[in-house]
């Protein structure tokens, strides 16, 4: 990571300068970031206890979680037992992630979402860059995009409501509460085939597009990317910046960052080869992967042949 990119990092998060850190290396390397990788840097450093600590972590993630035990049963009673209380009624609190279809709903739900950014250390640089040149509707749903998809995991419906509490903003959060609770969207049955190209654009396949963009700042402009922005990921970003352009637009848009979309704009500038290249990308990543084949019974061994008898000595003639 080069020294620009770590000062961008110090000067512009100060809130969470170590979160944004891991979020831009896992952005620019997609899969090569691994908990192992991290684990070789910290111990060349001499951080063991560190490495030690990070490789727990990462063990503990991948642990099934754990079973509720069964209530125990009932023992019959001759004492005639008091009537229940009523028990004050409590939904669920929702506790996934904000899905994409929600996005929209939930900005419009949402009081002041500058105050909300700020309580989920979102830094005063991003918040001015999600209100230049967009109507407050857009900003909202510009900043849900980024949250979500800079946060992944912990992007949650749970957390987007303590944070609402948290600021007295106690009806949009039970509104908010009431989404999160309904059922996600009915997926197609199985048999019904659905286009890959119409879905967002997923993080594995982010470097592999950026590999193919023959000009990202003129694909930027087409779709409407702001020269302020572009000029800011060329200077702050040198390393990757392509990749940083996909980072942005994905968190900007959300579910409407799609393959289909950046086919389009490159098609339209002429570009036919990338657009090809990246609809194979797409369409690689939704098939399954390849199945080992079994291997051959193996040939039973040679049976020895029999030694053929030897020949009489030749008569001695006449």
């Not at 170590?18 to 192992?36: K, P, R």
């Not at 749903?141 to 998809?149: A, D, E, G, I, K």
């Amino acid at each position: 990571m080069g020294y620009q990119v770590i000062e961008g990092i110090v000067n512009n998060h100060r809130a969470a300068p170590t979160v944004e850190f891991l979020h831009q290396w896992i952005g620019n390397n997609g899969a090569d970031a691994t908990y192992e990788k991290l684990i070789e840097v910290l111990k060349s450093l001499g951080e063991r206890g560190a490495a030690e600590r990070i490789e727990r972590i990462c063990k503990q993630g991948q642990k099934p979680p754990s079973q509720p035990q069964p209530l125990p049963e009932s023992q019959p009673s001759s004492q005639p037992q008091p009537p229940p209380q009523p028990q004050p009624s409590s939904q669920p609190q929702p506790n996934g992630k904000i899905r994409d279809a929600d996005i929209k709903r939930i900005a419009g739900k949402l009081p002041n979402w500058q105050l909300v950014a700020k309580k989920l250390d979102m830094g005063p640089r991003d918040i001015e860059d999600i209100e230049t040149n967009r109507a407050p509707a857009e900003q909202r749903v510009v900043f849900l995009n980024r949250w979500t998809f800079r946060d992944e995991t912990a992007a949650t419906y749970k957390k987007l409501i303590e944070v609402l509490m948290s600021l007295g903003e106690q009806g949009a959060a039970e509104r908010i509460a009431k989404l999160g609770q309904q059922p996600p969207m009915q997926q197609p049955s199985v048999g019904v085939s659905v286009d890959p190209l119409k879905g967002k654009i997923q993080g594995p396949d982010i470097r592999r597009i950026a590999g193919e963009l023959p000009n990202w700042q003129l694909v930027a402009t087409e779709l409407g990317m702001g020269y302020q922005v572009i000029e800011g990921i060329v200077n702050n970003h040198r390393a990757a910046p392509t990749v940083e352009f996909l980072h942005q637009w994905i968190g900007n848009n959300g579910a409407d960052a799609t393959y289909e979309k950046l086919i389009e704009v490159l098609k339209s500038l002429g570009e036919r080869g990338a657009a090809e290249r990246i609809e194979r990308i797409c369409k690689q990543g939704q098939k399954p992967p390849p199945q080992p084949q079994p291997l051959p019974e193996p040939l039973p061994p040679p049976q020895p042949q029999p030694l053929p008898e030897p020949l009489p000595p030749p008569q001695p003639q006449p």
